[in-house]
């Protein structure tokens, strides 16, 4: 029964929030970076944020929730605060840098670092190291969700694949909560959308990712390549991408539009369209990781799929 109305309480406060955004003009800017057309509210992510911590608190007060999970999960608070003001006043990329360093600095000490970084033939132990990795792990995962959160669905329809993904291979109430959560926001964002997520809500969904893949790591240090390759569409496309940028000698903090998503749209995909097929590649992911026991081999297998969908994509609008 809470999952049900957690499910109403984001569909709701999202339909109140688009008509709000519509009263008082607040809407999307169109610029370089969007695939959009069309002015559009925004700050849909509110109600993903508020559903969220809603569910996660009381998921606490029932005691279905480990006590630091859900501490390190609630400093995404921090981020979701940052990143509202961000979408209204646009705040510098430093100070949102800077935000996004304390919050995985939090997170990490909370949630107790990252034990093990499983290579196959040995680990690092290291606590300096696997802190490091740990520390930008989230700070990427952070700004890859924000890059690709970029037309129709596609942000929120990753969230809720991620969510039910994470709720059939661990179990664990956070999943549903987060999965109704990007529902009832979806709803009106997958198509023709009627209003945008914004900062609020990417950014607080790239941060849980990134302490569920820590979380669950430190429990079986395999599951880290799980998340990775469970996540491996977004961050796959975002990697990619900011490697071939930096050595093109771009300015890769300067807008663009040469993920891998957005240049399907160029080529004359709909927005529904590559949300469709992102949504069917990531079912694949997760039977690659359901059906192959070996995890280093399923991520062999992940990178070689991902890299032919890369070229697929470059073959239909060049980088």
């Not at 008082?24 to 849909?44: D, F, Q, Y």
């Not at 599951?223 to 961050?235: K, P, Q």
Request: charged share 10%; with cysteine.
């Amino acid at each position: 029964m809470i999952y049900l109305i957690l499910l109403l309480m984001s569909f709701s406060l999202t339909y109140f929030i688009k008509n709000y955004a519509i009263k008082k003009s607040l809407v999307a800017v169109i610029n370089e970076r969007s695939s959009h057309t069309t002015p559009t509210p925004h700050g849909g992510g509110i109600a993903i944020a508020v559903t969220w911590f809603i569910g996660l608190y009381y998921l606490y007060l029932t005691n279905e929730i480990e006590t630091t999970f859900f501490y390190a999960l609630l400093v995404g608070i921090v981020i979701s605060v940052v990143s509202f003001f961000d979408d209204i006043y646009e705040l510098s990329a430093k100070f949102r840098l800077i935000v996004q360093c304390i919050v995985a600095i939090l997170g990490i000490s909370i949630i107790g670092g990252l034990d093990s970084i499983e290579l196959g033939f040995f680990s690092i132990e290291n606590k300096f190291i696997t802190s490091i990795f740990a520390f930008l792990l989230i700070v990427w995962f952070i700004n890859l969700y924000n890059f690709l959160d970029g037309i129709n669905g596609y942000a929120g329809s990753e969230a809720v694949f991620l969510s039910l993904a994470g709720f059939i291979l661990f179990s664990g109430g956070h999943f549903l909560v987060l999965a109704v959560s990007a529902l009832g926001f979806l709803f009106w964002n997958y198509n023709k959308a009627k209003i945008f997520m914004g900062d609020v809500g990417s950014t607080l969904l790239g941060y849980n990712i990134s302490i569920f893949t820590l979380y669950y790591a430190n429990i079986e240090s395999s599951n880290l390549w799980i998340w990775m390759i469970l996540f491996g569409v977004f961050l796959f496309d975002a990697t990619i991408t900011l490697l071939r940028r930096k050595l093109n000698n771009e300015n890769v903090s300067q807008a663009h539009k040469k993920h891998a998503y957005q240049r399907l749209n160029q080529s004359g995909w709909s927005h529904l369209k590559v949300t469709n097929y992102s949504i069917g590649l990531n079912i694949v992911l997760f039977f690659i990781v359901y059906f192959i026991s070996n995890v280093f081999l399923a991520l062999l297998v992940t990178i070689i799929l991902l890299g032919f969908i890369i070229k697929f994509v470059e073959n239909k609008k060049k980088f």
